[in-house]
């Protein structure tokens, strides 16, 4: 039974040194327990806020503790109704093997489920995110021009479909041409701007156009967001869900400060921005599950994973997450 934990909190990008790789017994269950055998461990940007001890939505994981995660298990034996051995579950055991748990947290899956580990993505946490954050927040509108950072990724892909569906125009900004291609060619997307690219400001104001941006889903932040703000119409909307650019920062970034500009656009432009954390929308989520499961059944949505090998490589891949080395949702198959 093999464990990940937080060896120590990363000063700037996290590094080898802040995990640590342990042998332990099985825990076995006790009266209403159950033991869980992890099958696919998701592999998300939070992850890099619980490993510091900077104040957030949530503590962080402590120092020597099994890093946190979502989770796809197999039941292996259980002392709790309702569970038996050989169900399939979501659960939020993290970087393990195997867990003991008393259900908390843990939602049955269908266990002829064809791919489990779309719980943890398309169907599950960063497609729920995605899926409020644009509909509920951005409200995108027929003929609407819609820009999402991280175009490829868990939670920009679905955004950018789901504006399609919705009739938009859909500009993607990703790293690198390959991924560029994806955007366009497989998952429909109008345009898509390498943010890597020299000239990468006026690309995408030229390729934003006279008809602007109304909506910008904003994932990344740092120098992606200074070149959608000349971009953006008057009354646009900005579901702020992630600032990954800033993940590792250890102080304030350098060169001169941007925010003037920031907030004068928000004043000028009477910009919509809003944050928010996809766990304040629990209780929509049959909701969205029930609308999503027949758009990814039918090819409607489509969706990559990029799957890790192997419990030992969650390190070496969470890492590569923040520099955007993953394409599609990053997950580890950790079992059978
Ligand atoms: P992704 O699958 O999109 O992977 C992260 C991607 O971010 C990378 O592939 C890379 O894409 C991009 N990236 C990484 N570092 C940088 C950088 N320095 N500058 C620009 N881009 C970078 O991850 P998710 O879809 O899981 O998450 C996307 C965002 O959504 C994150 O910010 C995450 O924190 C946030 N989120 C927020 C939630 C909420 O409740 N508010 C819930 C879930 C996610 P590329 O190579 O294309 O640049």
């Known amino acids: 039974n093999r464990r990940i934990v937080l060896a120590s909190r990363p000063q700037g990008a996290p590094t080898h040194e802040n995990f640590r790789l342990e042998e332990v017994d099985v825990p076995s269950p006790g009266p209403g327990e159950m033991l869980l055998r992890t099958l696919w461990l998701s592999l998300d940007p939070y992850m890099r806020g619980r490993m510091s001890?900077?104040?957030?939505?949530?503590?962080?994981?402590e120092v020597d503790a099994v890093m946190c995660g979502g989770t796809v298990c197999r039941v292996e034996e259980s002392n709790l109704d309702g569970f038996t051995a050989g169900d399939l579950v979501l659960a939020y055991t993290g970087w393990q093997d195997y867990a003991v748990s008393d259900s908390t947290m843990v939602q049955k899956l269908d266990r002829d489920m064809a791919r489990p580990s779309y719980a943890l993505g398309v169907l599950g946490m960063p497609g729920f995110t995605a899926y409020t954050g644009l509909l509920d927040i951005g409200r995108p509108q027929p003929g609407e021009t819609v820009a999402v950072a991280a175009a490829t990724g868990a939670v920009g892909s679905v955004v950018g479909q789901i504006a399609k569906m919705k009739g938009c125009r859909v500009i993607g900004i990703a790293g690198g041409a390959e991924k560029c291609r994806y955007a366009t060619e497989t998952l429909g997307f109008d345009a898509c701007v390498d943010h890597r690219a020299k000239d990468f400001a006026k690309t995408l104001k030229d390729t934003a156009g006279e008809a602007g941006i109304d909506v910008y889903f904003e994932n990344v932040g740092g120098k992606v967001l200074d070149a959608i703000l000349p971009c953006l119409n008057t009354g646009a909307r900005i579901p702020l869900c992630g600032l990954i650019a800033n993940y590792n920062l250890t102080g304030l970034p350098e060169g001169p400060d941007r925010t003037p500009i920031f907030l004068r656009n928000?004043?000028?432009?009477r910009l919509k921005v809003q944050g928010f954390i996809i766990f304040d929308y629990q209780p929509r989520y049959p909701e969205f599950l029930k609308e999503m499961t027949p758009w990814v059944a039918s090819g409607d949505i489509t969706y990559r994973e990029d799957v890790a090998e192997g419990l030992e490589s969650a390190p070496e891949a969470f890492m590569g997450l923040l520099e955007g080395r993953n394409f599609g949702?990053?997950?580890?198959?950790?079992a059978d």
């Open 53 to 61: 001890d900077a104040p957030s939505y949530t503590p962080p994981v």
């Open 266 to 269: 928000v004043l000028v432009k």
């Open 329 to 334: 949702k990053l997950v580890v198959k950790v």
